[in-house]
């Protein structure tokens, strides 16, 4: 594209899954354009995983986010900590024994994990935690509870997980379409790698970044899905064609 049909680079964003392959991508093209004598800002490309391009683009737009100034980041041990230090507000929420087990016979820290695992789970699947509230449920009432309390005291703490990267970057695409149709003007080729990798909420981004006529093109193999057990859904590369 760059080479033959003289797209800038810039116009290109291409995602991955690891930083590893990240780097071996930007090394390979570097080289390769270097080698062709094709001038360009490596800088300017959007060449990334999922959840650093996610970051860049709410670092750029960061005023129309909850994002204040000198947020953190948190990485899981900071996320289970904080659940852990906030063990009494959750303790407040009715059947959230149904989740995490009887506080009585698991440790609080172990408590904490399971109750992570399962707020985690509902921002990868992009599942808005209000939904769940209105769950005759009891379990699923409960879950959207303890969801809408953490993400008050990550907003409390000016704080982004692993997690919530995507899904602050989804609301964001999803609430202001000035935004939206200004990354869909940049971004002609997308490009994704290890497509069997992805999971509801990326496939989601996707679809907000390409738009109803979507150049996209992913690369991916249904027998080598990697990353299952942190919400990879296989349906994504098998009814590609279909959406």
Known sequence: LISHRNVPPEKLLILTFTDKAATELRTRISNRLTALDI????????????????????????????????????????????????????DSIENLELLTGDPGRTSSWALSSKLLNWINKVS???????????????????????CNLY????????????????YEALTLLRSHE??????????????????????????????????EKPNLCVVGDDDQGLYRFRGASIRNILQFRDQ
Do not use: W
């Open 39 to 90: 001038r360009f800002n490596l800088n300017e490309m959007y060449l990334g995983t999922f959840h650093s391009i996610c970051l860049r683009i709410l670092e750029e737009f960061r005023e129309f986010t909850r994002l204040r100034r000198n947020y953190s980041l948190m990485d899981e041990f900071d996320q289970q900590y904080l659940l852990y230090q906030k063990q009494k507000k959750f």
């Open 124 to 146: 990868e699947e992009a599942i808005d935690p209000n939904e769940l509230v209105k769950s005759h449920h009891p379990e699923i009432k409960a879950l959207g509870e303890a």
């Open 151 to 166: 993400h008050q005291l990550i907003s409390e703490e000016n704080a982004l997980d692993f997690s919530t990267i995507q």
């Open 178 to 211: 000035s935004i939206r149709s200004q990354l869909r003007e940049r971004f002609e080729y997308v490009m994704v790698d290890e497509y069997q990798d992805t999971n509801t909420i990326q496939e989601l981004i996707l679809r907000e970044l390409t738009g």
